[in-house]
């Protein structure tokens, strides 16, 4: 089992800066894929941006490509969201997920979530 905390979210104008941490406990999450997933009202939860374990594989939603950098430390069992250059359109619940599988970040049905942090940008 694996718990997820999320801290980092909060209010800011377009073009600035925020960075979401999250902190993993339990049993290791260093063999699992982490990273985030969001959620505007209204819309689908889609998949932002996921590291993958060993060499750290990245992957990036196109709408965040070149704005988001997404990083772990395993011996801190922790993932990071560096978001830069943030848009209305990125106001959203952000989600820390974690996965032992791809193919579950895929399906958005990772085998861990975390509660949530809220990311208001606005204009």
């Known amino acids: 089992q694996v718990q997820l905390v999320e801290s980092g979210g909060g209010s800011v104008q377009t073009g600035g800066s925020l960075r979401l941490s999250c902190a993993a406990s339990?049993?290791?999450?260093?063999?699992?894929?982490m990273g985030w997933f969001r959620q505007a009202p209204g819309k689908e939860r889609e998949g932002v941006a996921n590291?993958?374990?060993?060499?750290?594989?990245?992957y990036y939603a196109d709408s965040v490509k070149g704005r988001f950098t997404i990083s772990r430390d395993n011996a801190k069992n922790a993932v990071y969201l560096q978001m830069n250059s943030l848009k209305p359109d990125d106001t959203a619940m952000y989600y820390c997920?974690?996965?032992?599988?791809?193919?579950?970040?895929?399906?958005?049905?990772?085998?861990?979530w975390g509660q949530g942090t809220q990311v208001t940008v606005s204009s």
């Open positions: 590291i993958g374990p060993g060499n750290g594989n990245t």
């Open positions: 339990g049993s290791t999450s260093s063999n699992n894929y």
């Open positions: 997920a974690s996965t032992r599988y791809l193919v579950n970040w895929v399906n958005k049905e990772p085998d861990y």
